[in-house]
């Protein structure tokens, strides 16, 4: 098992393991609400899959109110041992931002933060956190597949990298298959693309067998807009399909 969240989780144990030397909560800020739960539930599979049967996620706090974020917020900010005991606490953006204004003297609590998907997030929220860490010495990882020119020039030191080659090589990812389908690409061939979608999943043959409809896959598309057009159009095909947009 390997990747971001992994290598993520990997630290906060390394963090907590000696109790006695743990001190200051660790943060780790996700870009959406919905990874906050995501992010959480690795930690437990981390876990088990790891064999660290001494890791403690009996102090991992997920702030995760869907319908009103200032609830969890408020809660958070009221708890007195949030300056009595140290934890892990996963939590979006939107909620961080809403939080440190809240309580801002959180902020001298915290030890340690983990911006998971750094290019996502806004320059002055990566500015504030580049300088809590030097003036106050809590360590911040930031942590993309592609992190993005403010998010270099804030957090320039590179501790690890993972390349696309290493993840070939290693295995970690399949190897890309390029296929034009004999067109050139344009805008107006792309459009004829989605279109024709729905028929390339149906009809058309998977290297490693069956139809490419009875296969999961991703499709990236040039915007959010286009995201949209296609969901529609795999919808009225019966194709279940799903969009994702970034930030």
Known sequence: RTGKTWEMWETIALKTADKARWCGHIFVIVPRQV??????????????????????????????????????????AMNSRMSEEPAIIIICRNSFEQLIKLSPKIMSQIAQ???DEVHTMPEPLLAKLAKHSEENGASVFAVSATPGIHARRLFPENIYTFTLQQSIAKGVIADCQLNSLGVNFSKENVDKFMRYLPTFLNERYHPEGGHYKDKKMIVFVTSTQKANELQTILREANLASMVMHSG
């Open 113 to 115: 933060i983990y911006i």
């Open 35 to 76: 990874l906050v739960t995501q992010f959480y539930n690795d930690g437990f599979e981390y876990k088990t899959f790891s064999g660290r049967d001494d890791f403690d996620l009996s102090h991992a706090i997920k702030v995760s109110s869907e319908n009103d974020i200032n609830i969890n917020n408020k809660l958070l």
